[in-house]
T-cell receptor
Framework: AQSVTQPDIHITVSEGASLELRCNYS??????LFWYVQSPGQGLQLLLK??????LVQGIKGFEAEFKRSQSSFNLRKPSVHWSDAAEYFC???????????FGTGTRLLVSP | DAGVIQSPRHEVTEMGQEVTLRCKPI?????LFWYRQTMMRGLELLIY????????DSGMPEDRFSAKMPNASFSTLKIQPSEPRDSAVYFC?????????????FGPGTRLTVL
C-alpha cells in the first residue's frame, strides 16, 4: 500500500531564510504527488503537483518541489520564507488512476522574525 | 466561485447525540470527498462520491457514520450516536474529472467536539 512520510513534525525558519520540507513516499510505480498548505482554521490549499515530465515543479506562492525517483522523495522548497508562510504543510500521494489521496502527517512551519 | 462550502464551522455536542455535517461542492464538480483530521491519525479519507454515488466508503470508521449525496450540490455526513473519539475536524473536498491530475479543492472544515 502506498504511504507518505514527512519526517519533520515542526520546523522553525527565520524570515528570509530558505526552506526545505521533506517528503518520502512508498509506492510501486510513479505516483501523482502533491503538496498542500493549511493555514490555521482553514482548509487545505494546493501548492503544486507532479505527474510526469520535468522533475522540478513550480507552484504558487514561490514554492517549488523536486521529484527524485531514486530517493522516493518529493521535497518542497522556497528560497526566501515570509512570515505569512507559517502554516502546516502536507505531502500527498495519489496512485495513478485512483481517486484516493494518501496524506502525510504534516509539517508545521514556524517563521521567526 | 465560492469554493467548497461547509456548515456548521463549529459544532459542540454531547455524547450520544446525532450530528450532521453539510457540504456544498463547487458547481460542476463530479467528485466529492469527506476527510477527517485528528492529531493522532492525521488526514484520513472517509468516503468519496462520483456523480452522487458512493464509490468507496472503506474509510468510514464504523456503522455510526453515514454519508449521503442526494444531489450534485449537497452532501451530508452523519454520526449517530456521536462519541468523544469522533472529535476532529471534518473536511469536504470536491474535484472535476476522473484523472489523477485533477485538483481536489477543500472546504474550510467543520470542527466537531463531542463532550
Amino acid at each position: 500500500a502506498q504511504s507518505v512520510t514527512q519526517p519533520d513534525i515542526h520546523i522553525t525558519v527565520s524570515e528570509g531564510a530558505s526552506l526545505e520540507l521533506r517528503c518520502n513516499y512508498s509506492y510501486g510505480a510513479t505516483p501523482y504527488l502533491f503538496w498542500y498548505v493549511q493555514s490555521p482554521g482553514q482548509g487545505l490549499q494546493l501548492l503544486l503537483k507532479y505527474f510526469s515530465g520535468d522533475t522540478l515543479v513550480q507552484g504558487i506562492k514561490g514554492f517549488e518541489a523536486e521529484f527524485k525517483r531514486s530517493q522516493s522523495s518529493f521535497n518542497l522548497r522556497k528560497p526566501s520564507v515570509h512570515w505569512s508562510d507559517a502554516a502546516e504543510y502536507f505531502c500527498a500521494v495519489g496512485p495513478t488512476g485512483f481517486q484516493k489521496l494518501v496524506f502525510g502527517t504534516g509539517t508545521r512551519l514556524l517563521v521567526s522574525p | 466561485d465560492a469554493g467548497v462550502i461547509q456548515s456548521p464551522r463549529h459544532e459542540v455536542t454531547e455524547m450520544g447525540q446525532e450530528v450532521t455535517l453539510r457540504c456544498k461542492p463547487i458547481s460542476g464538480h463530479d467528485y466529492l470527498f469527506w476527510y477527517r483530521q485528528t492529531m493522532m491519525r492525521g488526514l484520513e479519507l472517509l468516503i468519496y462520491f462520483n456523480n452522487n454515488v458512493p464509490i468507496d466508503d472503506s474509510g468510514m470508521p464504523e456503522d455510526r457514520f453515514s454519508a449521503k449525496m442526494p444531489n450534485a450540490s449537497f452532501s451530508t455526513l452523519k454520526i449517530q450516536p456521536s462519541e468523544p473519539r469522533d472529535s476532529a475536524v471534518y473536511f469536504c473536498a470536491s474535484r472535476q474529472g476522473a484523472g489523477g491530475t485533477d485538483t481536489q479543492y477543500f472546504g474550510p472544515g467543520t470542527r466537531l467536539t463531542v463532550l
